[in-house]
């Protein structure tokens, strides 16, 4: 029996009620998001359960949304079932004074490297993590670049404004 | 006492241990990536790795690039197969842009893509060979790795970094050249092949330098993240290609290589039952592109000109070439909003894009999975215990590019 995004969708509502949320589809991609403090609890879930079966992590990555207080950083998880070939993506948001989310570490290996990049990338700080040090840019690095805060161009440069990229 | 000029790190003197530096600039880590290695004797105790040396940040310039100017970023991932990331970046972009691709430009990727992972291929085993002491084997399939280059180069202009096509297809038609070294390569490879086989897959020396050497259950090896070859030889038939099928591989007959122990040994033999695969795949695709006929032998790119780059010539003499030429080299076309993952079979795995728009010029988010980065945190895991002489040949067989690890 192939698994469908709605299958998966009423598994999750079934056991975390209200608390799984923002259901989506692009692209044809299951898609939605959970509390911080859930996330364990629902990945493990995903993993355990005998038909989500959860269990390759392809990526994980965060992404920063300054306009959203509150909600700044996401930390999206890409998880696949290989059996039923499902892929599913999950999200979570932090706010970005405090950026604790539990690590995956030890439900995936693969968790380790991703998450010290995303840590290096955005300084989500992952509770637990072994060894959460910058893993691509320099140990002496005293800020995270990939945040929205630190534009790539020179600011004083005056023909490559945001304006420019569709963003005025 | 006298003073003490060198200062050594504390406990250095008593430890029964002797650390090695491995790399990263030493010639068997074949890309710019250190080990520190705690050996007893030449045992491997414990294996640190440290990568980023050639970090680029790809994604934070990604940010501020429009579609194709990210192309060539791709191309400085896995460098010993470029043009499957060029494809799979393109992949990418049409699925969040809708296009869809007249056929006969699907079969003419899935040549280059193929190519590119015999070439990919050829380069991993090749050096495997070289770590065990064999270098004949290497310096003999170069000249057809050059083959494949020159059919690159026929297409694209390019031979390394190739920055090959566009998004809606190809910047041109194949030249009739382009075939005649295609049908060269289809021709004398698989002799090529057979005695490089005859060299290796049954060389006694070699065999007992690979079998038993960094192996991986497929347990191991799935929560681990591992992708393509690697995963393939640990004996889990996880392939892109047929899960996700992209750019037509629905169309095409070919089966899926598995090992058993996931050791240095399958995954060399898995590679090389691979390109026998793509040669396979390639002879179908290139009889496929043959049956088309008059004008449908011409198509080389879809109707898309918000985003395919117009030809010179038109550029000059049609006004709506122009404009497009003009808003795309400016970087002024916007892209509609969406989220998306695409993932495509790359050289040493599933090289997948996370692209997020946010209907802007540029992506607003774009991460690259790259493949070996999630598989060489098992380094450790797979060398420990063993000799110092497995690490150096678990290395080259994990088929790891540096620049594809540091992004």
């Known amino acids: ?168 | 006492m006298v003073d003490q000029h060198i200062k050594l790190p504390e406990g250095s003197i008593e430890k029964q241990t002797t650390t090695l530096n491995l790399g990263p600039t030493h010639p068997a880590t074949h890309g710019v990536f250190q080990n520190i290695l705690e050996l007893d004797g030449e045992r491997i105790v414990s294996a640190k790795q440290t990568v980023g040396y050639i970090h680029r940040a790809f994604e934070k310039i990604a940010e501020r690039r429009p579609l194709y100017q990210i192309t060539p970023l791709t191309d400085r991932l896995n460098y010993c197969s470029s043009p499957i990331n060029n494809m799979g970046w393109h992949i990418t972009c049409e699925k969040l842009l809708g296009i869809s691709l007249p056929k006969r430009v699907d079969y003419l990727r899935v040549i280059i893509m193929e190519l590119a992972r015999i070439s990919d291929h050829l380069i991993c085993n090749s050096i495997v060979g070289v770590d065990t002491g064999a270098y004949t084997g290497f310096l003999y399939v170069m000249q057809y790795r050059e083959l494949i280059y020159e059919i690159y180069e026929e297409v694209c202009g390019s031979r390394l970094t190739t920055n090959i096509g566009r998004i809606g297809g190809f910047e041109r038609n194949f030249t009739n050249t382009a075939f005649q070294k295609l049908e060269k390569f289809l021709k004398e490879y698989p002799d090529v092949l057979r005695e490089f086989e005859n060299l290796f897959s049954r060389n006694r020396i070699f065999m007992e330098r690979t079998m038993g050497v960094g192996p991986i259950s497929a347990e191991r090896a799935l929560n681990y993240g591992f992708t393509g070859p690697n995963l393939r030889a640990a004996g889990v038939d996880y392939d892109v290609r047929i899960h996700t099928p992209y750019s037509s591989y629905q169309d095409f007959e070919f089966t899926v290589p598995v090992g058993t122990t996931g050791d240095c040994y399958d995954r060399y033999l898995v590679r090389d039952q691979e390109m026998w695969q793509s040669l396979h795949i390639i002879e179908q695709a290139y009889k496929k592109v043959q049956e088309f006929k008059g004008a449908e032998a011409e198509v080389f790119h879809a109707d898309v000109p918000e985003y395919y780059l117009p030809e010179k010539k038109d550029v000059y003499t049609k006004m709506e070439a122009l404009i497009w030429h003009f808003k795309i080299i400016m970087g002024e076309i916007d892209i509609p909003p969406g989220e998306l993952y695409n993932s495509v079979e790359g050289g040493n795995g599933e090289l997948g894009f996370y692209l997020i728009s946010d209907g802007g010029r540029t992506p607003y988010r774009l991460h690259f999975r790259r493949p070996c980065f999630v598989y060489y945190q098992a380094f450790e895991e797979l060398v420990k215990g063993s000799m110092l002489s497995d690490a150096v040949i678990v290395l080259s067989s994990l088929n790891l590019i540096a620049g594809e690890m540091d992004g």
């Open chain 1, 1 to 168: 029996m192939s698994l469908t995004n709605e299958a998966v969708k009423q598994r999750l509502i079934e056991k975390f009620e209200g608390q799984v949320a923002n259901f989506d589809e692009p692209y044809g991609m299951l898609t939605f998001e959970a509390p911080k403090e859930m996330v364990l609890k629902v990945l493990q879930f995903l993993y355990d359960d005998n038909e989500l079966k959860f269990q390759f992590l392809t990526d994980l990555q965060a992404v920063h949304y300054p306009s959203q207080p509150g909600r700044e950083l996401a930390v999206v998880y890409h998880l696949h079932n290989m059996t039923n070939n499902v892929r599913i993506r999950f999200k979570v948001f932090t706010g970005i004074l405090q950026p604790d989310i539990f690590t995956a570490t030890n439900l995936f290996a693969a968790a380790n490297w991703m998450e010290r990049e995303t840590y290096d990338y955005y300084g989500v700080n992952f509770v637990g993590h072994p060894n959460l040090v910058r893993i691509l840019n320099a140990d002496e690095m005293d800020y995270f670049p990939m945040r929205k805060e630190y534009p790539l161009e020179e600011q004083t440069r005056v023909d490559k404004d945001d304006e420019m990229f569709g963003r005025g």
